[in-house]
C-alpha cells in the first residue's frame, strides 16, 4: 500500500518565508476526510498551507475524519484500488477545537456514501468555527447541514444540477472560481480550491499568500468571477 505524505518537502521553504508572526490567520485548521473525498480538493489547499504554517506560529493542520482508520481518496479506476489515503489526526466524535474546517468534494454524481455522520458533525461544528470553507462537490455537504441555508454559494459546474439539488435554499451562484458569504467560503471544482486558500490567506497576509505560491510555483486565479467552466458545462445563468 503506498500512502502519500501530506507533508510538503521544506528544503528553503523557511529560509524564503521567514519566522514573522501573523496574528489574523487562524491557527487550528482540520481537513474533513471521508471514503472516496478528491484528493486534490484536500491536497491543493494543504499544500499551501503547508508554507502558510511556516510562518505562522502555533498554526497547526489537521485531518478529521469517521474513525482513525486511514481514509481512501477517490479512485477512477476500481480495479486499481486507491492510491492516496489519508491518517486522522482526530475523529468527528474527539470534535476538535478548530478554527476553520475545510470540506472535500465527492466524485459529485451518483454518490453512494452515507454521510449522515459527518453532516451531523458539521452541522454542529459550524457555530463553534470562525471559517467554514468547502471545495467543488463538498458544497453538497455544507448545504445539508444547513449551514448554506440563504446564503450566496458556488460549487463544481460538471456536477451542478445534481449538486444545487441538495440546497433548495441556498442562493447558488452558477458563474464563480469561489464566493464568500459571511465566514463562509465555497469554491468552484477541484483546483479552484487552491484559489480560494490563495485568495483567503492573500486577504489577510499578501506577502505570505504570494510566497507560498511561487514556492510552489503555481500561478493562481485572483479574480473570483472568472468561470469558464459554467459555459463548458452549459450552467443554467
Given amino acids: 500500500m503506498k500512502i502519500l505524505s501530506l507533508v510538503t518537502l521544506v528544503c528553503s521553504a523557511t ?6 508572526p501573523t496574528k489574523t490567520i487562524p491557527l487550528k485548521w482540520g481537513i474533513l476526510a471521508f471514503p472516496g473525498f478528491v484528493g486534490l480538493d484536500a491536497y491543493g489547499p ?24 486511514f481514509v481512501p481518496a477517490h479512485i477512477t479506476n476500481p480495479t486499481s484500488g486507491a492510491l492516496t489515503w489519508v491518517k486522522p ?7 476538535p477545537s478548530l478554527d476553520v474546517l475545510l470540506i472535500p468534494g465527492d466524485p459529485g454524481i451518483g454518490v453512494t456514501y452515507d454521510y449522515t455522520k459527518i ?6 461544528t459550524y ?7 468547502s471545495t467543488c462537490t463538498g458544497a453538497r455537504i455544507l448545504a445539508r447541514a444547513g449551514v448554506l441555508d440563504k446564503k450566496r454559494a458556488t460549487t ?13 435554499k441556498v442562493k447558488w451562484v ?6 464568500v458569504d459571511g465566514n463562509i467560503w465555497t469554491s468552484s471544482g477541484v483546483t479552484a480550491g487552491m484559489d480560494m486558500i490563495n485568495a483567503f490567506v492573500s486577504k489577510l497576509n499578501s506577502t505570505i499568500a504570494e510566497t507560498s505560491v511561487n514556492i510552489i510555483e503555481y500561478e493562481p486565479h485572483t479574480d473570483p468571477s472568472w468561470d469558464p467552466f459554467c459555459k463548458i458545462w452549459n450552467v443554467p445563468t
Fill in 156 to 168: 463544481n459546474k460538471w456536477a451542478w444540477t445534481e449538486i444545487v439539488a441538495s440546497g433548495p
Fill in 174 to 179: 452558477p458563474c464563480a472560481r469561489w464566493v
Fill in 119 to 124: 453532516i451531523a458533525y458539521v452541522k454542529r
Fill in 127 to 133: 457555530p463553534k468555527l470562525k471559517y467554514i470553507m
Fill in 46 to 69: 494543504l499544500e499551501i498551507l503547508n508554507l502558510v504554517a511556516f510562518s505562522t506560529p502555533n498554526m497547526t493542520l489537521s485531518i478529521v475524519a469517521e474513525t482513525m482508520d
Fill in 89 to 95: 489526526t482526530y475523529t468527528i466524535d474527539q470534535n
Fill in 15 to 20: 529560509a524564503v518565508l521567514g519566522t514573522r
